[in-house]
């Protein structure tokens, strides 16, 4: 199928406000698969969260140590809504990164539940790695997160300075001492300070060993090769949102929710010529806000479609037909209801 097919795929969009379905389900996670092979003496896995304000570069650590793209990444904040989990595998180890959304003083319902996954996450992983963005000296949204991640007792905490890329060796000395001293400040106990830029892969692999040393010794749990979770379907609906963020103005990124209806391979396809059908709806909570999605004569639509139909063949290696329908859910965000059906 041509771009040019796709993208005509990509204009389709309901003109008509709409109600979620009553029956509508939110997506679930898939078990880790029982493995059937002993591990070698010495090997290590377990949980690690990568936790901090919006946009310090989570997502982009966590794509960048499992090696592919398994988070949302956005110049937009508050971009993660759901918690992702990528499988690092190595020899001697199996890290398996949690990425949650950043911790942010919420003023919606979504925003509120957002933070009880986030503290639920810190309380059950085995290492919380900070995130601390090199470009910005730590302030008072840094110091409310440490302090709440200080109410965790037995979870081991690291700090992690983000995108040193950005800046001199002499300013990150100073983010450096400024990390230290915060948790000094809020009686937390950093096992490790380490900087890293993800972009750049400088330290990422320092990091990764890092995190490693501090899982227990235990069994592999996921399969070798298997490196996120996260059904493709949630993974589809994360990518199709991550094209909708960029370019758009400032107060519709928390507007956007994305539900992929329908997802499957084509029947009646020759083997060696699979396609892919997704059908998927984008939630805005005002006609406005549509419009704006939409563009004129529905051309950011078509290029939203384009960005993430090319994503998705991407990280599931099958050409993709993609189906785009706008729709609003008016003030989704505040509504318990609504947010239930959009799988929050």
């Known amino acids: 199928m041509t771009d040019e097919q796709h993208d005509q795929a990509d204009e389709h969009d309901d003109l008509e406000d709409e109600d979620l379905d009553e029956d509508e389900l939110a997506l679930a996670g898939v078990a880790p698969a029982i493995m059937s092979w002993s591990a070698p003496e010495g090997f290590r896995s377990g949980f690690a969260s990568f936790v901090g304000r919006p946009n310090v570069g989570k997502s982009t650590l966590t794509n960048a140590l499992v090696g592919t793209k398994v988070a949302i990444t956005s110049s937009k904040p508050q971009t993660t809504r759901t918690v992702v989990r990528g499988v690092l595998h190595r020899d001697d ?4 990164l949690v990425d949650t959304p950043g911790l942010h003083r919420p003023r919606t319902l979504l925003g509120e539940r957002l933070n009880d996954l986030v503290r639920t996450t810190w309380a059950e992983v085995d290492v919380v790695a900070v995130c601390f963005p090199a470009d910005e000296k730590p302030g008072p949204g840094d110091r409310f997160l440490v302090k709440e991640l200080a109410k965790v007792r037995r979870t081991t905490k690291i700090a992690v300075a983000t995108k040193t890329d950005l800046v001199t ?5 100073e983010h450096l001492l400024a990390i230290a001293e915060l948790g000094r400040e809020t ?3 950093w096992a490790e300070v380490v900087p890293v830029s993800a972009v750049a892969g400088d330290q990422v692999g320092l990091l990764a060993d890092l995190l490693v040393g501090l899982l227990p010794e235990g069994p592999p749990l996921y399969p070798d090769g298997h490196l996120t979770d ?5 993974i589809a609906a994360e990518l199709i949102r991550e094209a909708a963020l960029e370019g758009v103005r400032d107060e519709l990124p928390h507007s956007i929710a994305v539900v992929v209806e329908e997802m499957g391979l084509r029947e009646d396809r020759p083997e060696d010529k699979p396609l892919l059908d997704i059908y998927a709806n984008v939630y805005v909570e005002r006609d406005s806000q549509k419009g704006i999605l939409i563009g004129h004569k529905g051309s950011r639509l078509r290029a939203v479609g384009t960005a993430s139909r090319k994503q998705i063949e991407a990280m599931l290696g099958t050409p993709v037909y993609l189906d785009l329908h706008v729709k609003v859910a008016k003030d989704w965000q505040r509504d318990p209801r609504q947010l239930r059906k959009l799988g929050f």
Do not use: D, H, R
């Open 93 to 96: 180890a199996q890290l398996i």
């Open 169 to 173: 060796p002499e300013q990150l000395a």
């Open 187 to 189: 009686g937390t106990e």
């Open 230 to 234: 996260t059904p493709e379907a949630v």
